[in-house]
Structure formats: C-alpha cells, structure tokens
C-alpha cells in the first residue's frame, strides 16, 4: 500500500520562527488532501484540508499549499509555539486513503 | 456529535496470547471504519477497512483479524500475539467514501511479551 512505516523525518525550530514541513504524495489523481497533527501518545488530530482545485488555504497559524505538478504538499505553521510540537502527517485520497512517513517537530523555547 | 471509542488504553500482554481491541463510533451511521498500526518513532500503517457490516479489506497479511459486527463497531483480533505486533494501535471513522478526513480514536498502547 502507499502508507508505510517508516523512520520519521526531524525539524527543530526556534519558538516564535515560522515552520514549514513538506510533504511528497504518490497519487496524481488523487483529489483531497489533508494535514494531520499527532501528540504524543494520542491519536492524529485534524489540522487543515485542501481540495485539488486549489493550490494554498489558510487557518489560523496553518497555511497548506498544494502543488500538483510535482505532487508536493506543505504546511507552514506562523510563529511556532511550544504546544506546536507533535508529529505532521499529510494524507491523500486515491482507491483509500494514504498517510504519508510524518515529520516530527520540536519547537525550542 | 460524532465520537470514537477505543478501548483499553494500554494493554501488556504474553506471546502467544489472544488479542481483542474494540472500538465503536457515536453519532453517525455507515461510516467507513480503519484500523491502524503505528510503531514507535514510525509512520501510520493502514491494517484493515471496512465499508459496511460484515465488509473488511485487509491490507497487510499478518495474524490480526477485524471483524464488523454491527454499523459502528470495528474489533481488532489476534488468535497469538507475536513480538512484533507490539505498536500503537488507532482506529478512525469517515464518512461513506475516501474524500473525506478520517477521524481518529485515542489509541490502544500494546505491549506483547
């Protein structure tokens, strides 16, 4: 299948910078895309979404871009905060849905 | 509104031992339901989904089993643990169809021995 176990990627940024961590999905027809963030020992929590007839949404703090050419998927998170540190999974849709390795983010007071 | 359960929290048990983890969704009808597995510092594996009572795909040939015995129950079994089944267990719900977000439980820690 496209989800798979492995190592997780690492991004330490300094409290109050901004975050971006990317992401690189398998399916070009896929047409729904979405950014989870998983605490420790919880399960992954819903942070923003996109539709393929759109390239960028914001929320608050959290902004996904979405380049379909190269099959790309961001997430920018605006002065980082503590609370902000978890693990970022992205996930797309094709015949199911496929999460991709996640990134985990360590935001230094 | 819509809630998942999952239970145990945690769980420690003996090689070779049975396995049974459920886990049941409020607040909606047919949902779609996953059962996932996720290994420390790793990624999310999809084990199985299922579209409807009785409908489960399996993604991954192992000695796990689910089973969906009515609408918003979802139940995760093992006849023998082995080691390696050790990990993070999640369950999630969407809605009817892959073009929406899965909702996820809050997870089975479980420790095989």
């Known amino acids: 299948g496209e989800s798979v176990g492995l190592h997780l990627p690492t991004l330490s940024v300094q409290e109050g910078d901004n975050s971006i961590i990317n992401c690189a999905y398998s399916?070009?027809?896929?047409?729904?895309f979405i950014w989870y963030k998983q605490e420790s020992g919880k399960g992954p929590q819903f942070i923003i979404d996109?539709?393929?007839?759109?390239d960028k949404r914001q929320g608050q703090r959290v902004t996904v871009l979405l380049n379909k050419t190269v099959k790309h998927l961001s997430l920018q998170i605006a002065a980082t905060q503590p609370g902000d540190s978890a693990v970022y999974f992205c996930?797309?849709?094709?015949?199911?849905?496929?999460f991709g390795t996640g990134t985990s983010l360590t935001v230094i007071p | 509104s819509q809630t998942i359960h999952q239970w145990p929290a945690t769980l420690v048990q003996p090689v070779g031992s049975p396995l049974s983890l459920e886990c049941t969704v409020e607040?909606?009808?047919?949902?779609?339901l996953y059962w996932y597995r996720q290994a420390a510092g790793r990624g999310l594996q999809l084990l199985f989904y299922s579209v409807g009572i009785g409908q489960i795909s399996s993604e991954v040939p192992q000695n796990l089993s689910a089973s969906r015995p009515q609408d918003r129950q979802f139940i995760l079994s093992s006849k023998k643990l082995l080691l390696s089944d050790s990990g993070f267990y999640l369950c999630a719900w969407s809605v009817a169809g892959f073009s929406y977000e899965q909702y996820f439980g809050p997870g089975t820690r479980l420790t095989v021995t």
């Open positions: 399916n070009s027809a896929s047409d729904y």
């Open positions: 607040g909606t009808s047919n949902p779609n």
């Open positions: 996930a797309w849709t094709g015949n199911q849905f496929y």
């Open positions: 996109i539709r393929s007839n759109m």
